[in-house]
């Protein structure tokens, strides 16, 4: 009954190997996110999502690359990943696209990178 | 683009005293200031939020104050609890976009 889902939970790979995460929300919700919390805890914006739309879309290196098959799915592809990549990577949904209310984070996924 | 301030950066409190968090955020346009409780191992949950015409909001032991003109928010604690040690954001939104603080790591001592 997870209301936003992600997998894997923990991910660890090589630098110049290429991944993804994905992200499900069983919660109807229109906007779905991507957050990185660095290992200070600080935790920003990557990409935002509404109706499979792109609408925000932060200084994100290319080689990060959001998709989005339909609204209550956004997954996340890494390209060569780097050392600095590593990092905890949220999902978050929330209804509607004003930005006035709750946003619901996934557990998030542990990138470690070697 | 917006900037939000957080201090302190950990805070120890003895169970039963109160807990102040406090932010200041850089764009009079925001206009949503939640604040989210990261347990250790979990993604941020929403605990309280107040919107820009609000000065004010409560929820039994957690209450939010916030002073546009000054543009700083803060999260107030009382009766403090274990359960209540976790790391604590504040936000700041404008549009859809969430702008988070450094985070503030709260130990309630029993």
């Known amino acids: 009954d997870t209301a936003v889902s992600q997998t894997p939970k923990y991910l660890v790979t090589q630098m110049g190997n290429d991944k993804s995460i994905k992200c499900e929300q069983n919660l109807g919700h229109d906007t779905m996110y991507w957050y990185k919390q660095d290992s200070k805890k600080f935790l920003k914006i990557m990409f935002s999502y509404n109706n499979k739309e792109l609408i925000i879309n932060e200084t994100v290196p290319n080689r990060f690359s959001p998709k989005s098959p339909d609204k209550a799915h956004l997954n996340l592809h890494i390209n060569s990943l780097e050392l600095g990549d590593s990092a905890v990577y949220f999902c978050a949904s929330s209804q509607g696209q004003d930005g006035l209310g709750e946003q619901y984070f996934g557990p998030g996924t542990r990138l470690t990178v070697t | 683009g917006e900037n939000v301030e957080q201090h302190p950066s950990t805070l120890s409190v003895q169970e039963g005293d109160s807990a102040v968090i406090k932010c200041t955020y850089s764009?009079?346009?925001?206009?949503?200031f939640p604040w989210y409780k990261q347990e250790l191992g979990k993604g941020p949950q929403l605990i309280i939020d107040?919107?820009?015409?609000?000065g004010e909001k409560k929820d039994q032991r957690i209450a939010v104050t916030l002073n546009k003109t000054a543009k700083h928010f803060s999260l107030h604690i009382t009766e403090t609890q274990p359960e209540d040690s976790a790391v604590y954001f504040c936000?700041?939104?404008?549009?859809?976009?969430?702008?988070f603080g450094g985070g503030t790591r709260v130990l309630v001592k029993p």
């Open positions: 764009d009079s346009a925001s206009n949503y």
């Open positions: 107040i919107r820009s015409n609000v």
């Open positions: 936000a700041a939104s404008r549009g859809n976009k969430l702008t």
